[in-house]
């Protein structure tokens, strides 16, 4: 098969021809057809993520369609269309997987990261970690669900459902999808771009959003709680200033820039301020089950696998409006 693998943090990946990847008892064997570049992509290939297998093929926002099975999988079929996210495997047996925060694993597996991921034609995975994939939706639609869906949704989720008006920080992929879902539930959105990114907040305007301004723009009103999705840690006292007392902030990404020192005056009035690690199953079922019901459509951009370093770089320089998604 054709891949493109990650030899060195900060070095672009390399296009290579391996052998097609066995799966094992319990795997499944995954023709790829669309794999999503996520931000995460690019702190594995920038080196900011440490605990990179080596060489690795990232990619965790993976569709595809079943190609073999290992021993013992008995909940899909040859042909079936699932969807292959960042959590690859957990331990089962750790405190925090018996209490079903099965996302805090300490032994976790996560695809394009410990676990060769989708930026291939093809590859493998723990069948207990894939989901069905239904709906007319393109694969190239659906592959951004798998990553920037389920994260942002679990990052609505820890805002709280009596959050009406809610903050988002950094319009791309993952708000582009939250945005949705909060306007399905009825909250206001109210996004904060790149000061002088126009086409990102005309972007979080088509979306559904209430107001959109750069991110040194105060709010309009004072916020219920506030998503941050872009790595930059002088978003959190902005958006800790914009939420009222009792407000959640939540932290969406995996890596971040330093915070700079602030005020406790505005963390209190029992503001929450707290990171979102992950996903767990549950997470998946319940966000993949909700997705049709909003329903979710994504904006998305394609690029030939063998592009993927001009996607990432697109990804880097905020060139993309929605989510780049690499096609084998
Ligand atoms: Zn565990
Ligand atoms: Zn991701």
């Known amino acids: 098969m054709k891949a493109m693998i990650l030899e060195r943090p900060g070095t672009p990946l390399k296009a290579v021809e391996m052998p097609d990847p066995v799966p094992g008892p319990g795997q499944v064997q995954v023709a790829v057809t669309a794999c999503g570049v996520c931000r995460t992509d690019l702190h594995v290939v920038d080196g900011d993520l440490t605990e990179t297998k080596l060489p690795i093929i990232p990619g965790h926002e993976i569709v595809g369609s079943v190609s073999a099975l290992g021993d013992g999988v008995e909940d899909f079929a040859l042909g079936d269309r699932i969807g292959i996210p960042w959590l690859g495997h957990t331990c089962g047996c750790c405190s925090y997987c018996r209490s079903g925060a099965e996302n ?16 291939a034609e093809m590859t493998v995975a723990d069948a207990d970690f894939c989901f069905p994939l239904q709906g007319d939706h393109s694969d190239a639609e659906l592959a951004p669900l798998l990553c920037a869906g389920l994260i942002g949704y679990r990052s609505l989720v820890m805002a709280g459902a009596e959050a009406r008006r809610l903050g988002i920080y950094g319009f791309g992929a993952a708000a582009h999808i939250v945005a949705q879902v909060a306007r399905y539930q009825q909250r206001e959105i109210y996004a904060f771009t790149s000061p002088g990114d126009d086409a990102a907040r005309q972007f979080a305007l088509d979306m559904g959003a209430a107001w959109a301004g750069g991110s040194d723009q105060e709010a309009p009103v004072e916020l219920d709680a506030a998503i941050i999705f872009a790595p930059v ?3 959190v006292p902005a958006a800790l200033r914009a939420v009222r007392k009792g407000g959640i902030v939540v932290c969406g990404g995996i890596h971040m820039s330093d915070i700079p020192s602030f005020p406790y005056n505005i963390l209190w009035g029992e503001r929450v301020l707290r990171s979102v690690a992950n996903l767990t199953r549950q997470d998946a079922i319940d966000f993949l089950a909700l997705a049709p019901q909003v329903p979710v459509t994504t904006q998305v951009e394609t690029f030939p696998l063998q592009q993927a370093n001009a996607a990432l770089r697109a990804l880097r320089n905020g060139e993309l409006t929605g989510a780049a998604v690499l096609i084998p």
């Open 233 to 235: 840690g002088p978003l």
């Open 104 to 119: 805090l694993c300490d032994e976790p597996g996560f695809t394009g990261y410990q676990i060769d991921g989708g930026y």
